[in-house]
């Protein structure tokens, strides 16, 4: 089955810088890609997903960079705010039956 | 237009008792799926229903079982409970398979302490 390995588990940044959360997959045939927040007593919450046809997706200070051959994926934050903090979550499925495998989260934590 | 609703908020059971999880979809959606959210790792697929059939499994014992009911609220029930089996169940809904959009929508989750 499916493995999605995710770094860092914890990430501390100043207000204002970037952050930067990695991915990888082990299934070449997974093609979905979506990344979740999760604020802390709350659900999860898609913020960005990204499909095997596009490298990188953007949506405001957020972007989603997808490497296919390399079998990666990463979440960009630009311009980091401490409302930003929370754990976010990267997953990997195959686009149609959509069961997809999680990573183990990373806490970002934004000091102002 | 509501959310994913699920019901109870939280739960508080003892071993070896059973226990039942309620989740209603959003409307129009078909497809409903489980998580067990353990504290500190990323939700474990458990079980996904569309249109009142069984999609796909995930790597849980044969206590946990589900149903999708006619309107598409599902049911996560759970046998002989462990002190494992503390965690938050989330349930998620989407369009379902092959409708042109896999994006799932998370419930509140139900806080499940077993004693």
């Known amino acids: 089955g499916e493995n999605v390995e995710q770094h860092p588990s914890t990430l501390s940044v100043q207000e204002g810088d970037s952050a930067v959360i990695k991915c990888t997959y082990s299934?070449?045939?997974?093609?979905?890609f979506p990344w979740y927040k999760q604020e802390l007593g709350k659900r999860p919450q898609l913020i960005i997903d990204i499909r095997s046809n596009v490298g990188e997706k953007k949506d405001q200070r957020i972007a989603v960079t997808l490497n296919k051959t390399a079998k990666h994926f990463s979440l960009h934050i630009t311009e980091t705010q401490p409302e930003d903090s929370a754990v976010y979550f990267c997953?990997?499925?195959?686009?149609?039956?959509?069961?997809?495998?999680f990573g183990r989260g990373t806490s970002l934590i934004v000091h102002p | 237009d509501a959310g994913v609703t699920q019901s109870p908020t939280h739960l508080i059971k003892t071993r070896g008792q059973h226990v039942t999880l309620r989740c209603s979809p959003i409307?129009?959606?078909?497809?409903v799926s489980w998580y067990q959210q353990v504290l500190g790792q990323g939700p474990q697929f458990i079980f996904q229903?569309?249109?009142?059939?069984?999609?796909g499994r995930g790597n849980f014992p044969d206590r946990f079982s589900a149903r999708q009911f006619p309107n598409y609220s599902s049911e996560l029930n759970v046998n002989a409970l462990l002190l494992g089996d503390s965690a938050l169940y989330l349930c998620?809904?989407?369009?379902?398979?092959?409708?042109?959009?896999?994006?799932?929508?998370f419930g509140p989750g139900t806080r499940l302490t077993v004693l």
């Open positions: 997953a990997a499925s195959k686009g149609g039956s959509y069961i997809p495998t």
């Open positions: 998620a809904s989407s369009r379902g398979p092959g409708q042109g959009k896999d994006e799932q929508f």
């Open positions: 299934d070449s045939a997974s093609n979905y």
């Open positions: 409307s129009g959606h078909k497809s």
């Open positions: 229903y569309y249109e009142k059939e069984e999609r």
